[in-house]
Structure formats: structure tokens, C-alpha cells
């Protein structure tokens, strides 16, 4: 992924990983003293996950201190946005400490302006963290979409899905070790004993919230092992073919409607007459395709997302012969 130096933990998943970036970014930039955590802000634009937001709760951060920035028309951050909510915020003497960016929104896939990000960042003296969970895995397959991937300081992904391993896999991978051990490393003599390394003092539970855990390693290294890394760009960019020949067949149809951008490999579209809610609960009702929903724009759309590796031409193309046909059931 073009992230020379960088090491990292596996971990449970993206909501584990982003806790643990933005802890690390806490004790970085506003490290918590005796009396508790100092207040501080971070930035995520609208269209961030969940994670993001529960995360600066749990870290005692506060979600009023969660700057939410909005979005242009391709539904990525608005870097003037973001830098005009973190001059005010430091005229109000409150302390910016971090941008929780997204590389793969979990509506539509979009990239937030990686390098642009990575400047506001080096020039305010924040750090850039990135929530890839869904999509930075496609750096593999089409790096030029992740432009300044390389400048950020911590990425959260999850193997489970784009590496298409069983869940539980996510990772978190940041460039530093120093504050991730001032986040999470233990105390006293007991590092020095259980450390697999005695001259540098740290074990591998230092960088992590986690101490016990399961063997997550193994099934991603064997799949590795087996399949080589090849396999998986060539897994990757298939599903970011079917994304966009399922948008071609969206916009052959003038019953149906694309409404956002197709950035990776989810595909947001509706029924421009029918009720697209009765027509998703139909289509998962008929059981031949799965598609979800999101919201765009304040309006119902259906979602088809593609992040499997046995996805074909002819499933793409059964999505909408699948839509069709439950608008189609109800006028019964």
C-alpha cells in the first residue's frame, strides 16, 4: 500500500482500530494529565462512520468536540470547511488535535482529498488519521486513487473484507510506535520481563488495547502465502469492475437513477417512481440477490456494494433485473 516504516496491531475490527488511532492521536497531540483528558477537537466529515464518532465518546474526547464538516458534490470532506471550523475552534482557545479522513465512505466509497488533508495537517500540527476499513484496501488494485496515502499518521483496514478473509480482521497501521505505546504500554518491571525484545523494553501488547487475543494473524498469512498478492489486486479490481458496469446498466434504465458518484465499488441508485424501501424488502424477500440501503440526500436509495471475490458479470447484472422485477411485483 506504499506504507514504507509503518508497523500496527490486528485487532477485532475498523471500530477497534479507529479507537485505537485516535487514542494514540490524543496522547500525541493532548496527552491526558492526573486530573484526566484535556479538552481537545477532532474532524471527520459528515459522511464518516459510526466508529468515529463512538470512539470520541469512549475516549472521553466528547462528541461535542467532534467537528463535522461537510461535503462536496462528490460527498468527500470540504477541506475549506475543515479549515475554517479549526481556525475558529482555536480562536475559541480550544485545542484541534486530529482529522479522522475517510479513504472509502460507508454509503458510497468516497475518498476524502488524501493529500490536501496531509498539508492542513503538517501546517495546523495535527494528526491525520484515515478510516479505510472498507476502502483502503483497494490501494492494492488502484493506488492512484490514494494519493497521499503515505503521509498519514495512523490507517485503519479490515482483512475481512477487501483481503476476504473470515471476521474477525482489522488492523490498525500507523507510522509511529512511540505514541501508541504511550497509549496503551504497560508500567514497571513487568514490561521488561515479558518483552520479546529486552534491549527495547516493549512487547507486542504495548501497541494495542488488547492483551489476550485470537490467532487473527494466521488465516490472513496463509492466505497470503497461498494466493500471493497478485490474486488479490486482480480480486479487488474486479470488484470495482462490476461496480462500474452495474452503474452502466443503472444508466441504461430510465426507470432507475444513480444518485451518487461510484469512487470504489459501492453502487447507490433508486427507483425513480416505485417505493424503494417495498422494493428492497421484496428483493431480499425473492432471496436471489442481497442489497442494503443508504441515505443520500436525505432520500432512500438502494446500495449494492461488491466485496466478494466470486462476484460474476451475470450477478451484477442480476441486481437489476432483480429491482425491476420486485417494482414490477408491486403493482399485483
Known amino acids: 500500500m506504499g506504507l514504507k516504516g ?9 471500530s477497534a482500530a479507529n479507537l485505537m488511532a485516535l487514542a494514540m492521536a490524543r ?26 464518532p463512538k470512539a470520541v465518546a469512549l475516549l472521553g474526547i466528547g462528541r461535542d468536540n467532534l467537528r463535522m464538516i461537510p461535503v462536496d458534490a ?5 477541506t ?11 480562536k475559541a482557545g480550544l485545542q484541534p488535535i486530529a482529522i479522522a479522513a ?8 468516497a475518498i476524502d482529498p488524501l493529500p490536501a488533508l496531509a498539508d492542513i495537517a503538517a501546517r495546523e500540527g495535527l494528526w491525520l488519521h484515515v478510516d479505510g476499513a472498507y476502502g483502503g484496501l483497494a490501494a492494492l488494485a488502484a493506488p492512484e486513487k490514494f494519493a497521499g496515502l503515505d503521509r498519514v499518521d495512523s490507517l485503519a483496514i479490515d482483512a475481512h473484507k477487501w483481503l476476504y478473509q473470515s471476521i474477525d480482521c482489522g488492523c490498525l497501521l500507523f507510522r509511529a510506535k512511540e505514541p501508541a505505546r504511550a497509549a496503551f504500554s504497560g508500567a514497571g518491571d513487568y514490561v521488561k520481563v515479558m518483552t520479546d525484545d529486552p534491549v527495547e523494553g516493549f512487547a507486542f501488547f504495548d501497541e494495542s488495547m488488547e492483551l489476550s487475543r485470537r490467532f487473527r494473524a494466521l ?3 496463509l492466505s497470503l502465502q497461498y494466493h500471493g498478492r497478485r490474486a488479490y489486486r486482480e480480486a479487488i479490481a474486479g470488484d470495482l469492475r462490476h461496480a462500474q458496469l452495474l452503474a452502466r446498466e443503472i444508466a441504461a434504465r430510465p426507470d432507475l437513477e444513480l444518485v451518487a ?12 417512481t416505485k417505493d424503494n424501501k417495498a422494493i428492497l424488502r421484496r428483493v431480499v424477500a425473492r432471496g436471489r440477490v442481497y442489497i442494503s440501503n443508504a441515505t443520500i440526500d436525505g432520500r432512500f436509495v438502494l446500495r449494492a456494494c461488491f466485496v466478494n471475490h466470486r462476484a460474476t458479470e451475470a450477478d451484477v447484472r442480476a441486481i437489476v433485473s432483480e429491482v425491476v422485477a420486485a417494482a414490477d411485483e408491486l403493482n399485483d
Request: hydrophobic fraction near 40%; proline fraction near 5%.
Open 80 to 90: 475549506d470547511a475543515l479549515e475554517a471550523a479549526i481556525t475558529a475552534d482555536r
Open 27 to 52: 496522547e500525541a497531540k493532548a496527552p491526558a494529565n492526573q486530573t484526566g483528558v484535556r479538552p481537545c477537537t477532532v474532524y471527520a466529515s459528515t459522511e464518516v462512520h459510526m466508529a468515529v
Open 261 to 272: 458518484p461510484v469512487p470504489l465499488s459501492a453502487v447507490c441508485f433508486r427507483h425513480r
Open 102 to 109: 475517510s479513504a472509502g465512505t460507508v454509503n458510497i466509497g
Open 74 to 78: 462528490d460527498m468527500r470532506i470540504r
Open 219 to 221: 488465516k490472513l498469512w
Open 6 to 14: 509503518f508497523s500496527g496491531s490486528l485487532c477485532g475490527g475498523g
